[in-house]
């Protein structure tokens, strides 16, 4: 009986599992597609995992071979010397690759699988990626990240490179999709906006916008997207006075910048915090608060006149 189980236990991996590999979110999610059927047809199985991806994983490399009747490989291309040292040390095993790309159906990387079920080969009608079928996760916040390590005009107050360390890697804890951004225009990088309307049109498609700068806030709050604001220069500046000016309360300084209180804005954002931006957004549409450019007006009329 216990040879029978060790027969039919089945071990998942593919590139994903490689130490020098890589998981792609494709590779993953075809990877749950796979998990979906064989739960659903009352199979057992294990993964086995790249140390670097998954580091509380079951890992290819410390996985027992003898353990384990039937190897799947599961999607990326079939090729290269990796694959190969795969087949002789799963020799034992029925090996079957699905989801793959088979460049080369000659190669020992492809004619090494018992059974090769591909998305694409030569000469044969392709099929669906198996991630197009996976089972669709639930949505987590979009969160877009606008920080900067400048503003050296403040001296000794300057805490900037903290509070970048210390944001970044709380935002690594966070589950979201997390999108780096840049206030800087640039007509000549692509990876940049070359207009207003541009960022403005990626802000006003995010969750939250986390940001020690004054106008990640306010271009935040003008498209209507929460903004998790940290002032990074020690004692408060303009961060602080302009989250004032707006009357936005997520707010945290430098100095009492920690995990907690992060998460205690973090939490508002996502949920009260947001119509409260639209609030604030739908304010700066009509005009209400002082910016200054009438001054400027009355200013120049006084001066030509004098």
Do not use: N
């Amino acid at each position: 009986m216990h040879q029978e189980r060790r027969q039919s236990r089945i071990l998942l991996t593919g590139w994903f599992g490689f130490p020098d590999g890589e998981a792609t979110a494709g590779d993953v999610l075809a990877l749950r597609r796979i998990e979906e059927v064989l739960r659903r047809a009352g199979l057992d199985y294990d993964i086995a995992w790249s140390p670097g991806f998954r580091p509380g994983a079951l890992h290819l490399d410390d996985v027992a071979p003898e353990r384990y009747g039937l190897l799947v490989f599961v999607c990326g291309p079939l090729h290269g010397p990796r694959i190969e040292e795969l087949h002789r040390r799963f020799a034992h095993c029925v090996r079957i690759a699905v989801g793959t790309s088979v460049i080369d159906p000659g190669s020992a990387a492809v004619t090494g699988f018992d059974h090769v079920i591909a998305r694409d080969a030569p000469a044969v009608a392709p099929a669906l990626d198996l991630a197009a079928h996976a089972p669709a996760p639930a949505a987590r916040p979009v969160v877009g990240v606008v920080l900067t390590h400048g503003q050296h005009e403040y001296g000794r107050a300057r805490r900037h490179d903290v509070v970048a360390k210390e944001v970044t890697g709380w935002l690594h804890g966070k589950d979201c999709a997390r999108l780096e951004l840049e206030t800087r225009l640039d007509i000549h990088d692509w990876r940049l906006c070359a207009t207003p309307a541009q960022l403005q049109s990626v802000l006003v498609r995010l969750d939250l916008v986390v940001t020690d700068r004054l106008h990640g806030l306010v271009l935040a709050l003008r498209a209507g997207t929460p903004a998790l604001a940290v002032d990074p220069v020690e004692g408060g500046a303009k961060v602080t006075a302009q989250a004032r000016a707006c009357d936005w309360p997520a707010l945290v300084h430098a100095e009492r910048l920690d995990a907690a209180e992060l998460d205690r804005w973090w939490q508002w954002c996502l949920t009260s915090g947001r119509a409260a931006a639209r609030r604030i957004r739908d304010e700066f549409a009509e005009g209400a608060g002082r910016d200054g450019a009438e001054e400027l007006v009355a200013a120049l009329r006084r001066g030509r006149a004098g």
